[in-house]
């Protein structure tokens, strides 16, 4: 007998997510497919993620808010990747916005220039040309917008 068989009445259910929902912000797309993953019907579903909604254990926009800030504070990611990422779970535009507020501009511009400058040492090709590439590559990569990528690689490797 496979494990998924194990069900749950709703209110189970709803305890178990609650849990979930608490040791970590989640977006409600993470939460649908665990609940789909547990085996509940839409109209269960539907019930539990109004009862979270309402308790305050699922907060769209806080969740934008911190998935934006963690995203950037510890993986050093740029906006477009952040954005790209919200998208993939389904945020809506409006939470998006007010999630990539959360980032400073001045933390924005030296977390740049730190990281471009931490990647350039890591660069060992000689090539003036293949470097700009690696380089532009990598913070692409990140997220970083191309226009802000193209003015640090003038700056650093002229």
Known sequence: MNQKSKSYTVQEA???IESYC????RCH???VSKLKDMGMIPIAIDTIIAQLIEDRFLNEERFAKSFARGKFNIKKWGKNRIVRELKFRDVSKYNITTALKEIEPEAYSTTLDHLAKKRLDQIT???TQKRRKKLADYLLYRGWESHLVYEKLQKLIP
């Open 14 to 16: 709803t305890k178990k």
């Open 22 to 25: 608490a040791y970590q912000d």
């Open 29 to 31: 797309k993470e939460v």
């Open 125 to 127: 090709e000689t090539n």
